[in-house]
T-cell receptor
């Protein structure tokens, strides 16, 4: 059946290209940010995190960039593969609380 | 690799019934969470639990909901008198310490209220 809910922005890339997924956050007090990958019917899977005292962090094929001035977070995936196809969520946390606030998500589709 | 495990993976219940969703957090983790995701929407925080008590809860987590850690390994979410709008994927998550460790999620329990 047809799903009802938020219409996710979609990024479609060719296999092997680099992908950039963006996220805007609203809470200036947030000091910890995480990117999660969610495949259909599964739970959010941790990809990479960054603290507010950093502006860049690299993992294996992934890089997270944080711009606190404009409250913007991005996830770069190098050499995107079909297995990267999923919905990607950014999440933020602040020391005043112990919970994550998730963004709306972006669907990444990788064309072979 | 340690993981958060949840049961059942899918439950169908009649409106008005009570359901219990079960979770086994990662061993030696201290913080436990329930989140939910209505189909096609973003993940929403319900409740966090530390030191055998609720540490934070959202507006969604009203008197219909309760959590319990009945023993050293399980963490449960009880939903009383279920409503149609409770249909969602419920994720359990856990974290090792207050700061410096990320929150790891289970695969979810899909609840369908009919």
């Amino acid at each position: 059946g047809e799903s009802v809910g938020l219409h996710l922005p979609t990024l479609s890339v060719q296999e092997g290209d680099n992908s950039i997924i963006n996220c805007a956050y609203s809470n200036s007090a947030s000091d910890y940010f995480i990117w999660y990958k969610q495949e259909s019917g599964k739970g959010p899977q941790f990809i990479i995190d960054i603290r507010s005292n950093m502006d860049k962090r690299q993992g294996q094929r992934v890089t997270v960039l944080l711009n606190k001035t404009v409250k913007h977070l991005s996830l770069q995936i190098a050499a995107t593969q079909p297995g990267d196809s999923a919905v990607y969520f950014c999440a933020e946390n602040n020391n005043a609380g112990n919970m994550l606030t998730f963004g709306g998500g972006t669907r990444l589709m990788v064309k072979p | 690799e340690p993981e958060v495990t949840q049961t059942p993976s899918h439950q169908v219940t009649q409106m008005g019934q009570e359901v219990i969703l079960r979770c086994v957090p990662i061993s030696n983790h201290l913080y436990f969470y329930w989140y939910r995701q209505i189909l096609g929407q973003k993940v929403e925080f319900l409740v966090s639990f530390y030191n055998n008590e609720i540490s934070e809860k959202s507006e969604i987590f009203d008197d219909q909901f309760s959590v319990e850690r009945p023993d050293g390994s399980n963490f449960t979410l009880k939903i009383r008198s279920t409503k149609l709008e409770d249909s969602a994927m419920y994720f359990c998550a856990s974290k090792g310490s207050y700061s410096g460790n990320t929150i790891y999620f289970g695969e979810g329990s899909w609840l369908t209220v009919v």
